[in-house]
């Protein structure tokens, strides 16, 4: 059994009994020991390795609400917003109106032609965001702009929307006739009543999906794209992450496996079972989740499911309470309906599996809470741990109730700068935006609080996630309830222990201390010490996992 031990400049432990070290000793890739050399002298014979000796340690960071087709995206055509880095280091450029937006589309419809690509053949993209576009809306009529032939779909940043133009229309048959909930149609003029190109959530979209398959738009399951996933985490000093919808195919868990089986993965992943418009019922879903258990080993963990309410705020299809959207749009889409989540989450619950909720509007927060409050009075279950995902608009009471019942929050901190002025304008108004991610709020009431990017819906980073919460500032400089802000060791706790915590390894994983994996981020700059406001700016130089060293990819 070889010993290696580490010094470093600081090694923060987030272990409140031993808060700082100058040494950790590893051993079959758990951590043997924390404190200084002479303490872990007497486990006996080891290698001093000061590869870290000018560097920072802490624990690697934890994204508990992630995708792992933030890898593979890639492979389609960026159409953001925000200046974003890509799985190599090259920054892709902004575009800041809907004539920038035609004009990529453009540009990437002649480059297919001139590489001899069929008319036939879909244009995929993906990023676009029309919310900050002034309240304009992408239809038809733009994208027919870029090719009025070749079917052009694009993915918004949050998932939960998509733009076609006519050609796509008429490939996947949606025409005025057409009755699907999410169908957006034109308004008055000479198009009225005819579809504007805008798909809203899950069953809209799936008119296109059918046509184009899963492997195309929503990114497929691929053992490169999975590889770019862990090069990215290893950049941002992650070393376990959630793929936290995932239909776990034969295909998807054979991906997974080869992956993560081999010992250059730098990234452990936890990927959630999709128990919404699936494929199986939720006895067959909650059997097949538990079948796959056995498979687990270190760097890949089954055994969380993910269920759906409502859709994006920013999307204006998220479920809210009185008085509504801020400027007026109606009330959004039911992904599943009360009846059916609590029917279905009640089946997961009692076959023992841990359930992470996406609910997004303070309606369908709600709902959540008082459909899991029936199912723990029927069905009681000590440390089920079950968690509410983005939650952006819980309140104090409702953070109350969530302490009584044991539910943890997994809060999504980063709509505080992607979004923040947009809610203060747009969906929210000032007063409930500047409550958004109401990070205090839940510690206040002692709920169990983690924090999240929703990659690739923002870009993944603890460090930034951590840095929102903590300065809650927007693009525009505007605070967003300072009452709300984090303080950075809770923050740090937030994108470790607290994470670790909402996905059950917080015995594994989330500190430095005896027993634990010997997972940590390598950091050039130490967080305590910085000015909270370039918290965000804090360097990381790589990983380690279970005891291999990883060298992030330099940018």
Same mark, same amino acid.
């Given at each position: 059994?070889?010993?290696?031990v580490?010094?470093? !400049?600081?090694i923060i432990?987030?272990?409140p009994m031993?808060?700082e070290a100058?040494?950790v000793a ?5 951590v043997?020991?924390?404190?200084d ?5 007497s486990?006996g ?13 802490m624990?690697g960071?934890?994204?508990?609400h992630c995708?792992l087709?933030?890898?593979?995206m890639?492979d389609?055509h ?7 880095r ?6 892709w450029?902004g575009?800041?109106? #809907?004539d ?6 453009? =540009?990437?419809?002649?480059?297919m032609?001139?590489?001899g690509?069929?008319a036939t053949?879909?244009l995929l993209?993906?990023g ?11 239809t038809?009529?733009?994208?027919? !702009?870029a090719?009025?032939?070749r079917p ?5 940043a ?5 733009? &076609? ?6 490939l996947?048959e949606?025409?005025?006739?057409n009755?699907?909930e ?6 008055g003029g000479?198009?009225s009543?005819?579809?504007t190109?805008?798909?809203?959530? +899950?069953a809209a #979209?799936?008119?296109?999906?059918r046509?184009?398959g899963?492997?195309g738009l929503?990114?497929p399951m691929?053992e490169?794209g &999975?590889?770019?996933f862990?090069?990215?985490?290893c950049? =941002?000093g992650?070393?376990t ?7 776990l ?6 991906v997974l ?7 250059a993965c ?5 990927p959630?079972?999709?128990a919404?418009?699936g494929?199986h019922? @939720? @006895?067959?879903g909650?059997?097949?989740?538990n ?5 687990n080993?270190?760097r890949l963990?089954?055994g969380?499911v993910k ?6 705020? =920013?999307?204006?299809?998220?479920r809210?309470r009185?008085?509504?959207?801020f ?7 039911w992904v599943?309906?009360p009846?059916?989540f ?7 619950h ?5 359930i992470?909720?996406?609910t997004n509007?303070?309606e ?5 809470i ?7 009075a029927?069905?009681?279950?000590a440390?089920?741990?079950?968690t ?8 104090a ?5 969530m302490?009584?019942?044991?539910l943890c929050?997994?809060?999504f901190a ?5 979004w923040?002025?947009q809610h203060?304008?747009?969906? #929210?108004?000032?007063?409930r935006a500047n !409550? ?7 510690l206040a009431?002692?709920?169990p ?7 690739p ?14 300065n809650?500032i927007?693009p525009?400089?505007?605070?967003l309830g300072?009452?709300?802000r984090?303080? &950075?060791? =809770?923050?740090l706790? @937030? ?15 989330g ?10 981020c390598v ?8 000015? +909270?406001?370039?918290?965000k700016?804090v ?8 005891g291999?060293?990883?060298e992030?990819?330099k940018?």
């Amino acid at each position: 059994m070889t010993t290696v031990v580490y010094p470093a !400049r600081k090694i923060i432990t987030m272990n409140p009994m031993q808060a700082e070290a100058t040494h950790v000793a590893v051993r079959d890739g758990r951590v043997l020991g924390v404190g200084d050399l002479a303490e872990l002298a007497s486990w006996g014979p080891y290698t001093l390795d000061e590869r870290f000796k000018d560097k920072v340690l802490m624990p690697g960071l934890i994204e508990g609400h992630c995708h792992l087709k933030e890898g593979s995206m890639w492979d389609m055509h960026y159409l953001g917003w925000f200046d974003r880095r890509d799985p190599l280091g090259k920054v892709w450029a902004g575009l800041r109106s #809907m004539d920038a937006v035609v004009e990529r589309l453009t =540009q990437v419809d002649a480059n297919m032609t001139a590489q001899g690509k069929p008319a036939t053949e879909p244009l995929l993209a993906w990023g676009f965001d029309p919310i900050y576009f002034g309240g304009e809306r992408m239809t038809v009529d733009h994208l027919d !702009r870029a090719s009025a032939t070749r079917p052009i779909v694009i993915a918004h940043a949050n998932g939960h929307l998509m733009n &076609v133009n006519s050609a796509m229309l008429k490939l996947a048959e949606i025409t005025a006739e057409n009755e699907v909930e999410g169908v957006v149609k034109f308004k008055g003029g000479a198009q009225s009543g005819e579809p504007t190109g805008e798909l809203q959530e +899950p069953a809209a #979209m799936f008119l296109v999906i059918r046509k184009i398959g899963t492997a195309g738009l929503l990114a497929p399951m691929t053992e490169a794209g &999975v590889a770019s996933f862990a090069a990215l985490a290893c950049m =941002q000093g992650v070393t376990t992450a959630t793929d936290l919808v995932n239909k776990l195919t034969p295909h998807d868990c054979t991906v997974l496996e080869n992956v993560l089986s081999n010992d250059a993965c730098s990234v452990r992943i936890l990927p959630a079972f999709q128990a919404f418009h699936g494929t199986h019922g @939720a @006895a067959l879903g909650a059997e097949h989740v538990n079948s796959l258990m056995p498979r687990n080993s270190d760097r890949l963990r089954y055994g969380l499911v993910k269920m759906m309410l409502d859709g994006s705020i =920013q999307g204006f299809s998220s479920r809210m309470r009185w008085p509504g959207h801020f400027n007026g749009e109606p009330n959004g889409i039911w992904v599943t309906s009360p009846e059916q989540f609590e029917a279905d989450f009640e089946t997961y619950h009692r076959a023992g599996l841990q359930i992470h909720t996406h609910t997004n509007g303070d309606e369908a927060s709600e709902v959540a809470i008082n459909a899991i409050e029936r199912i723990l009075a029927r069905a009681p279950r000590a440390d089920h741990r079950h968690t509410l995902q983005h939650g952006q608009m819980i309140d104090a009471p409702m953070f109350r109730r969530m302490a009584s019942l044991g539910l943890c929050a997994n809060l999504f901190a980063n709509h505080l700068w992607y979004w923040g002025d947009q809610h203060y304008e747009m969906t #929210m108004g000032p007063d409930r935006a500047n !409550r958004l991610d109401a990070c205090g709020s839940a510690l206040a009431a002692g709920v169990p609080l983690a924090i999240h990017s929703d990659a690739p819906v923002t870009p993944l980073g603890p460090i930034f996630t951590a840095w929102c919460a903590v300065n809650r500032i927007t693009p525009k400089g505007r605070l967003l309830g300072e009452s709300e802000r984090l303080s &950075v060791p =809770q923050a740090l706790h @937030a994108i470790t222990l607290g994470a670790a915590w909402t996905l059950k390894l917080d015995h594994e994983i989330g500190s430095i201390e005896c027993g634990k994996r010997a997972d940590f981020c390598v950091l050039e700059d130490d967080p305590l010490t910085v000015d +909270p406001a370039l918290l965000k700016d804090v360097r990381v130089w790589g990983t380690v996992l279970s005891g291999r060293v990883f060298e992030a990819r330099k940018v």
